[in-house]
């Protein structure tokens, strides 16, 4: 590849860029809005109605509610915590936290439209997987002494913590809400163009030869665990994952189970949800949390290869 090729490549990179943003645009605009406006709802007495029933009811509603949660992991934790200290269990608090942390209303709107052909398919495999994921996490937790779990400065209240669920509501703000969403399009818009850029790049200049030996050099499990792996580096945002993993499955240097693998472990080991979690959770069960989280993601790749 001589200079004037890699000068001549640039309006290539360039227009590879922008279809891809005018092709996800929509989606993420539409994603925002819909995430913006349920943070408008009562999510703290929602979720102790039924994070309070039977262990089996108590987890897979916590799971659920979680996937459709809009709120961060930084938005979760105090609602985690308030509803432990209140004298709620746990295990469903647990897979609350790691169903909001891997999915939500925006992340499913954007998979959909961001992944080529595939992208329902894609954003209803993951949604199930996740929800799997943190329903077997939930009730596995239920099995661990809690003081292997939480650490202890945190107390519950004598009281039972009651007025966690006497809140008054907040009102809705139309002002506020559309300052909510400029400021989620901007944070989330700045990653989304370092996704679609990295994967342009990755398309145009990284020969295939070379990422398909190293996605695909060893057997199916085997590729599966790299792209799992990669996630841990590479995914810095749900928006600028989506662009690089449809690029690498444009070119045929991902499959599915791979892609799968990667969006699991990539959004649940950023260094924005890890530290969040530590806030809470002793070091030991956190690890375990990671080793359980890679295992199921690459088993649940292999099952959609």
């Given amino acids: 590849m ?18 891809t943003l005018v ?25 102790y109605k039924w994070v309070s029933k039977s262990p089996v009811i108590s987890v897979i509603s916590a799971s659920v509610i979680g996937i459709i ?21 746990i295990a469903p608090l647990v897979s609350f936290l790691a169903a909001s942390s891997l999915m939500n209303p ?4 954007m998979t959909m439209g961001g992944i080529t052909d595939i992208g329902l398919e894609m ?5 199930v997987a ?15 002494p809690t003081k292997y779990i939480i650490k202890k400065n945190i107390v519950l209240y004598e009281d039972g913590g009651c007025n966690i669920i006497n809140r008054g509501k907040k009102l809705f703000m139309i002002k ?16 989304l163009l370092i996704g679609i850029f990295i994967g342009a790049l990755v398309g145009l200049y990284i020969p295939k030869t070379f990422l398909h030996n190293a996605l695909n050099g060893g057997n199916q499990l085997q590729s599966i665990l790299f792209s799992a792996l990669l996630g841990v580096p590479l995914y810095a945002c749900g928006g600028g994952a989506i662009p690089f993993v449809n690029s690498m499955i444009q070119n045929e240097l991902m499959g ?3 892609a799968l693998a990667f969006f699991i472990v990539g959004s649940a080991t950023r260094p924005a949800p890890l530290s969040a979690m530590a806030s809470l959770f002793t070091p030991l069960f956190l690890i375990g949390y990671c080793v359980f989280l890679i295992i199921s993601s690459v088993l649940m790749g292999f099952v959609y290869i």
């Avoid at 925006?106 to 709107?109: R, S, V, Y």
């Fill in 69 to 89: 949660s809009p709120l961060c992991t930084y938005g979760t934790i105090p609602v985690v915590i308030e509803l432990y200290k209140s004298g709620v269990h």
């Fill in 123 to 127: 954003a209803v495999v993951l949604t």
């Fill in 176 to 191: 506020q809400y559309f300052i909510n969403c400029l400021k989620n399009l901007k944070h989330v818009g700045f990653y």
């Fill in 2 to 19: 001589d200079f004037k090729w890699w000068i001549d490549s640039i309006p290539i990179l360039l227009k590879t860029c922008w279809e």
């Fill in 256 to 258: 599915k189970g791979s």
């Fill in 130 to 144: 996740i929800l799997i994921f943190s329903v077997a996490l939930g009730m596995l937790t239920y099995l661990i």
């Fill in 23 to 47: 092709n996800i645009l929509p989606y993420l605009i539409a994603g925002i809005l819909v995430g913006e406006l349920l943070k408008f709802t009562s999510w703290t007495k929602i979720i």
């Fill in 106 to 109: 925006q992340l499913f709107i």
